[in-house]
């Protein structure tokens, strides 16, 4: 079974993910907030990350450079999901390392696409 971090400072993003990563038995983990994903990444190596990009204290920015610079975590795909629709943003997002933008609110439908496109599911 794939596993996620979701990693977002609403509680209420997070948890909506990791109901909707289930719908594609995908086994998701939360963690509220930049410092909590990096602590989880030290946990865990996960198959896929969703990261919100405006979080208090560490941007997703910060957490997706780190994850480029840790040889065990640079290939892990990266899904940027974001209330942030600046193309600016974006394409920074994807020259940092970032494997899709997604724009909040998501869909369910808009998920199965992203893990299709990824090989991710069938």
Do not use: C, W
Not at 46 to 69: A, K, Q, W
């Amino acid at each position: 079974m794939l596993k996620a971090l979701i990693v977002d400072d609403s509680r209420q993003i997070a948890d909506s993910m990791v109901n909707m990563l289930s719908f594609f038995d995908i086994n998701g983990q939360a963690a509220y907030g930049a410092r909590a994903g990096l602590n989880a990444l030290k946990e865990m190596t996960p198959s896929i990350v969703f990261l919100d990009l405006n979080m208090p204290g560490l941007t997703g920015f910060e957490v997706l450079s780190y994850l480029r610079r840790e040889p065990h975590l640079e290939n892990v795909p990266v899904i940027v999901v974001t209330s942030d629709d600046q193309p600016e943003s974006a394409e920074q997002a994807m020259e940092k390392g970032a494997t899709a933008y997604l724009i909040k609110p998501m869909t369910l439908d808009v998920l199965e696409a992203t893990l299709k496109s990824l090989g991710l599911i069938a």
